[in-house]
């Protein structure tokens, strides 16, 4: 799916900051932050949690978290990784494309090809009744991203909404039944 891989990271922006400041009340044991970028969303995690893991598929972005957190891993979603987390994070690459030229951003059709794939990944090392909180936005298909997150055993609903100039971000808090 991924045509290239990313030579450099995603700096963290308004939709970082919009899902940091939601999930920095979040506690718990463990943690995991996918498509971590520079690992801003780990370190905010670092401050409330024991275990943080971050995954990214850039290793530049992998380098420069790497600074601030110390379990990274570079894989698809959380392909590599078997645990069951109290946390899963995520400010998902959501914009409609056509192919991934920019990872960081390209989400493929109507925004929902790479997210789902994100979401079923790492989905599956969420424990019961622990939480998957991710970033998507009006610009995607984000009815039907929450019917598919649901299908694979969450309850979902939209906790905030963010006004920009072009789009509507969206906060979608999933519950592990
Ligand atoms: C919108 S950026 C968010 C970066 C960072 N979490 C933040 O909030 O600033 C999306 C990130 O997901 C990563 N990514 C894209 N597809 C991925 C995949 N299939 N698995 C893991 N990471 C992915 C990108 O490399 C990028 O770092």
């Known amino acids: 799916m991924l045509k290239k891989l990313p030579n450099d990271y995603y700096k ?3 939709d970082t900051f919009f899902i940091a400041d939601y999930i920095q009340n979040e506690t718990g044991r463990s943690a995991l932050d996918v498509g971590t970028g520079s690992g801003f969303l780990a370190s905010v995690l670092s401050g ?3 275990f943080v893991v971050c995954t990214d598929v850039s290793i530049a972005a992998l380098k420069k978290a790497h ?3 110390s379990n990274c891993i570079c894989c698809n979603s959380a392909d590599a990784i078997n645990y ?3 946390l899963a994070v995520c400010n998902l690459p959501y914009l409609p494309s056509d192919g991934i030229d920019d990872a960081a ?3 493929l059709e109507e925004g929902l090809g790479v997210p789902t794939e994100i979401i ?3 989905g599956r090392t969420v424990r019961k009744g622990g939480k998957f909180i991710f970033l998507t936005s009006s610009l995607a298909n984000h009815e039907e991203l929450i019917r598919r997150t649901e299908s694979l055993g969450f309850s979902s609903r ?3 909404k963010k006004k920009l100039f072009f789009e509507e971000l969206l906060l979608v808090e999933s519950l592990k039944l």
């Open 120 to 122: 079923k990944s790492a």
């Open 158 to 160: 939209i906790v905030a």
């Open 48 to 50: 409330k949690f024991e």
């Open 67 to 69: 600074e601030s957190v």
């Open 105 to 107: 951003v390209d989400g």
């Open 12 to 14: 963290p922006d308004e």
């Open 84 to 86: 069951d987390f109290d």
